[in-house]
């Protein structure tokens, strides 16, 4: 494994970081126990990765306690969420604190390295800050919270609107941002205020289904293509990201997608979630390779660098942004 150092929070940190939420859910969604689930956690622990996500919404915070128990705790970075609306209203702090113990208690620990608040969107941001931001200050003051962070939604926010609100303000010292290879608008909306302010990057959405479809990223483009949006050339094509599968480059679409994120300046950690020990291997192995050549990064970028449609951002139901 390859580490980084996670920001101004000092916490040393696996490249690859674990997602239990997404479509999988650690294979809960496919019929695994809790035990079978807790498994695959430590198996990614085995290979080094060293960074947990979760959240009350994906129902594995049971899940990650269960592998809790059998590692030391400071062998591993968790970081869990809470909404900053759900079911039509703001979350109080009241209501936060009590997520948060929640979460302690399901987890089997007294702290969490990371607390985001989750899928914050444009208008909900004032009362992010200004109404949950002193309580998630005095729970960290309780030693409750090590580092206090948001996450984006990209599937609305594809231009990552949360973020630059946030630019000025110091209470976060984490980020979980929307990147991957047809959604590159953090490269100039949010690296460089990262970077500048030593603020920590979990990526999610580096993989989404599209780069596993072929036929939709043929329909995508021509799509794009039609509307001027990208070089004709790839609306004609059959398959026009198969310029990063040759025996120089990457050996797959889905390892091109892990690599073009994971050696991206300003990318700590690249977030993936599995179900299945063989595909925890294989993205490791991906997350793990050299960037992929020069000219294959460059066409990325200079194909798709200006897109801001949030094509490929889909949701767990499996939805895309692009409007």
Partial sequence: MQYTTF?????????????TGGFSRCGLRAGKTEDEAARLILDAVDL???????????????????????????????????????????????QFVASLDKSLLAMGTDYVDVFNLHAVEPEQYVHARDVLGPA???QKAKGKIRHIGFTENPIVDFTHETIKLAANDPLWDVYM???????????????????????????????????????????EMKAMADQGLVDRSLGDSADP????????????VIEAA????????????TLFGTGDTAHLRTNV?????PPLPAVDRDKLVKLFGHLQNGVGLDGHGGGGARR
Wanted: with cysteine; glycine share 12%.
């Fill in 7 to 19: 920001g101004r929070t000092g916490l040393r940190v696996s490249v690859a970081g674990f997602g």
């Fill in 48 to 94: 080094g990765i060293n960074v947990i996500d979760t959240a009350p919404g994906y129902g594995t915070e049971g899940v990650v306690g269960r592998a809790l128990k059998s590692l030391r705790r400071e062998e591993v970075v968790v970081a869990t969420k809470v909404l900053v609306r759900g079911a039509g209203a703001f979350c109080t702090p009241a």
């Fill in 136 to 138: 998630l200050l005095e």
């Fill in 177 to 219: 941002v929307g990147f991957h290879m047809l959604h590159q608008n953090a490269r100039r909306d949010v690296f460089p205020q990262t970077r500048a302010k030593g603020i920590g990057t979990l990526m999610m959405f580096a993989v989404r289904s599209i780069f596993a479809d072929p036929p939709r990223i043929a329909r």
């Fill in 241 to 252: 990201l198969g310029f990063l599968v040759h025996e120089a480059g990457a050996a797959n």
């Fill in 258 to 269: 892990y690599r073009f994120v994971r050696h991206e300046p300003g990318v700590d950690v």
């Fill in 285 to 289: 192995a991906s997350l793990l390779k």
